[in-house]
């Protein structure tokens, strides 16, 4: 928690000056990107930002914890292309 309705109305409640806007950290749109977007706009947000998508910067990280979590004889042929 919070959930992003309950942020953005405790952020308006306590007089925050200008727009109160939600930024997501999903990878992808779909179910859990539409529930925050309803929540957040239906709370009073000026705006919800869109999922990530295809970022090669989020792909760089996703593939460095990979291979920093799973021992090295399992990421050999991964690791010679990072």
């Known amino acids: 928690g919070p959930r992003p309705d309950e942020a953005v ?4 409640a306590g007089g925050v000056p200008g ?3 939600v930024a997501t950290y999903l990878l992808a749109p779909g179910y859990f990107a ?7 706009l239906g ?3 000026a705006a919800v930002s869109p999922a990530l998508g295809a970022a090669p910067d989020i792909a760089d ?3 460095e914890r990979y291979l920093a979590a799973v021992p090295a004889e399992l990421c050999a ?3 010679a292309r990072a």
């Open 43 to 45: 709370a009073g947000a």
């Open 19 to 21: 727009p109160v806007v």
């Open 9 to 12: 109305r405790a952020l308006r």
């Open 61 to 63: 990280v996703v593939l």
């Open 77 to 79: 042929p991964l690791a």
């Open 34 to 40: 539409d529930k925050i977007r309803a929540a957040g």
